[in-house]
């Protein structure tokens, strides 16, 4: 009932055909100048790495990994013997993937660690290499420390064409990984992930490291992308986007500078996680609930992380009855971490934020479903059905009125 109503009253943000083309237009202009100044670097480390000894080279597949030379060299320590382990079903396409068991000098035992390295995907990778996906989380396991749980770490290395991260295989401690398609999200299991996000949330308030992306530094979002990545999800899963919520989100593509400038307006930052859905967090047996995956970390207003976490990890049937209890305990957590009190915002101010941040997981889940596969369509069809009922339940779409006509 509020989706009809809000697609028939809205009228901010909506432009016109000759508004549209100007804006495309700039669009593909800035597209072109990021994309060409981005393509340099990255051509000339592919070169580079070609010319390189292969004996100097980050792997260019996941198999060049099972050389114990090759591991002993990036990991610091003499590796005896590496050999797979298995390889698990994979969701998202970002990475090529792999589980090992590597046998480290001096030790009778074999490690279980787990592997990525860039995509397959030559697209892809160019991608996530040129737009500084790969280096973001690197940066976060080489140069941070953080306050809670994470994978220790074997290997973190980068360069402008090639990366690669060895984790320890958490799985090897009995440690329970959740989706967000089978796990049943409890009230009680969503406040210990929402405490996790604010303890990381409290260590960087408003203090984010310079390795993470922020108002000077972060990938360009273009409109025209954005637009074609809707249109493909439409296309290839009829429905799962009602009319209103595609209205707002192109409302939204269009003018997501005036967007992106309410996220920066001066204020509470601290580092997000930035991609803080289910199945980047871990649940070990003493109820410790640890995270990584931290490939978008970003300067952000921390309810980013608590509205893209509810919105695509909770079932939305049942989110509704607890979702402003959640919101209070979050609040309630920066309180008893140590956040400064006269910082820490009001529920409404939170509330507001939560509205307005909802795009972003909107965003994201429509852009990875519909580019290049970066998102499988299970895991699409899942987390946007979900999204969906939280931006049409808590009216992002008034409050993108509100926004690009000034009341706000």
């Not at 984790?167 to 009680?188: C, G, M, Q, S, Y």
């Not at 949330?201 to 990938?219: L, S, T």
């Not at 993108?400 to 006509?405: E, P, V």
Request: proline share 5%; aromatic share 12%.
């Amino acid at each position: 009932r509020g989706g009809k109503k809000m697609a028939g009253q809205r009228r901010a943000g909506l432009l016109t055909p000759a508004g549209k083309l100007r804006e495309a237009l700039v669009d593909i202009l800035i597209s072109a100048l990021t994309f060409f100044r981005a393509l340099g670097p990255f051509v000339l480390d592919l070169i580079r790495s070609w010319l390189q000894p292969e004996r100097d080279r980050l792997p260019g597949r996941i198999a060049d990994l099972l050389d114990p030379k090759v591991f002993s060299r990036l990991a610091g320590r003499t590796v005896e013997k590496v050999e797979f382990s298995e390889r698990l079903e994979q969701h998202a396409n970002s990475t090529d993937r792999a589980w090992f068991k590597v046998r480290f000098s001096g030790e009778e035992k074999d490690t279980s660690i787990f592997t990525k390295i860039h995509a397959r995907n030559q697209l892809v990778r160019a991608l996530m290499s040129m737009f500084d996906v790969y280096r973001n989380e690197i940066d976060a396991y080489a140069n941070l420390e953080m306050p809670v749980c994470t994978p220790k770490v074997h290997i973190a290395k980068w360069t402008r064409s090639r990366f690669c991260l060895a984790l320890e295989d958490l799985r090897a401690e009995k440690v329970t990984f959740p989706n967000i398609w089978e796990t049943n999200l409890t009230e009680d299991l969503a406040q210990k992930v929402l405490t996790t996000l604010a303890t990381i949330h409290v260590k960087f308030w408003n203090n984010a490291p310079p390795g993470c992306w922020n108002a000077e530094h972060r990938p360009f979002r273009g409109k025209l992308v954005a637009l074609f990545t809707h249109w493909v999800v439409r296309r290839k899963l009829p429905g799962l986007i009602p009319d209103d919520v595609a209205q707002l989100f192109d409302i939204a593509v269009w003018n997501w500078h005036k967007v992106q400038a309410f996220y920066e307006r001066p204020g509470l930052k601290t580092m997000v996680h930035g991609d803080s859905h289910m199945g980047n967090f871990f649940f070990k047996p003493d109820g410790t609930v640890g995270t990584f995956d931290f490939q978008v970390k970003s300067e952000e207003h921390p309810i980013r992380d608590v509205v893209y976490f509810l919105s695509c990890s909770y079932d939305h049937e049942k989110l509704p009855a607890v979702e402003k209890n959640l919101v209070r305990f979050y609040l309630a957590e920066l309180a008893r971490l140590g956040a400064p009190a006269d910082e820490i915002p009001t529920f409404d101010q939170a509330w507001l934020q939560y509205r307005l941040h909802a795009l972003s997981p909107l965003y994201a889940f429509v852009f990875s479903g519909g580019f290049s596969n970066l998102m499988d369509s299970h895991q699409t069809v899942c987390g946007l059905r979900r999204i969906v009922s939280l931006v049409q339940r808590v009216d992002t779409a008034g409050a993108l009125d509100d926004l690009l006509s000034g009341k706000i």
